[in-house]
Nanobody, 125 residues
Framework: VQLQASGGGLVQIGGSLRLSCAAS????????MGWFRQAPGKEREFVAA????????YYANSEEGRFTISRDNAKTTLYLQMNNLKPEDTAVYYC???????????????????WGQGTLVTVSS
């Protein structure tokens, strides 16, 4: 399974970006897809996740209301719409997929089995 993240770039404070994550390869039985980010010198952290069958969405507290996670109808592309971006949003953003029909903790790295290569988001004034 390959995950290709794209859509990062340089944006001003208050601007918006839409990240995409295209999945390809063998067919997965998956219930959960998510986004994480890693800022320089910091650990990778949870941003948002989406339950594919039920459509339930989960967000980190600092992103709720500004970020929206979604997917296309074919369930092969995951999106992260980011609005009102702040300097603290600067990071490499990674998409991830959890293989399996159930999940236990959407916010931890170990829940996910496949990771994209990351796309850099830089928010500046």
């Amino acid at each position: 399974v390959q995950l290709q993240a794209s859509g990062g770039g340089l944006v001003q404070i208050g601007g918006s970006l839409r990240l995409s994550c295209a999945a390809s390869g063998r067919t997965l039985t998956t219930e959960l897809m998510g986004w994480f980010r890693q800022a320089p010198g910091k650990e990778r952290e949870f941003v948002a996740a989406l339950s594919l069958s039920g459509g339930q969405t989960y967000y980190a507290n600092s992103e709720e209301g500004r970020f929206t996670i979604s997917r296309d109808n074919a369930k092969t592309t995951l999106y992260l719409q980011m609005n009102n971006l702040k300097p603290e949003d600067t990071a490499v953003y990674y998409c991830a997929v959890d293989e399996g029909p159930i999940y236990s903790d959407y916010a931890i790295l170990d829940e996910y089995h496949f990771w994209g290569q990351g796309t850099l988001v830089t928010v500046s004034s």
